[in-house]
């Protein structure tokens, strides 16, 4: 079991940038695949990256590829997502994501609670 927890969403302008953050409790952080999706307002929730356990492996949706950047700290317990040039579409709840297993575009066992992040024009 793992619990997870988001930070750094805010309000920015388009072109800008932001690092979300997700700290996990419990033990065997490095064992985890770890993932960020993202919701619309009014859509499906989506594969925004993936990194496996030992962040040897990255995963991008072709929407943020080239300006997003996952990562992970594993001494931390920690995950991130670097989000430059920022657009108004990028708006969204963020989740951050957890599963055992190799890298995946959609099956994720664990979620955070989200963080907003809101990009004007």
């Known amino acids: 079991q793992v619990q997870l927890v988001e930070s750094g969403g805010g309000l920015v302008q388009a072109g800008g940038s932001l690092r979300l953050s997700c700290v996990a409790s419990g033990r065997s952080f490095n064992s985890y695949t770890m993932g960020w999706f993202r919701q619309p307002p009014g859509k499906e929730r989506e594969f925004v990256a993936g990194i496996s356990s030992s962040g040897g492996r990255t995963g991008y949706a072709d929407s943020v590829k080239g300006r997003f950047t996952i990562s992970r700290d594993n001494a931390k317990n920690t995950v991130y997502l670097q989000m430059n040039s920022l657009k108004p579409e990028d708006t969204a709840v963020y989740y951050c994501?957890?599963?055992?297993?190799?890298?995946?575009?959609?099956?994720?066992?664990?979620w955070g609670q989200g963080t907003q992040v809101t990009v004007s024009s």
């Open positions: 994501a957890a599963r055992v297993g190799p890298l995946s575009y959609s099956k994720y066992d664990y």
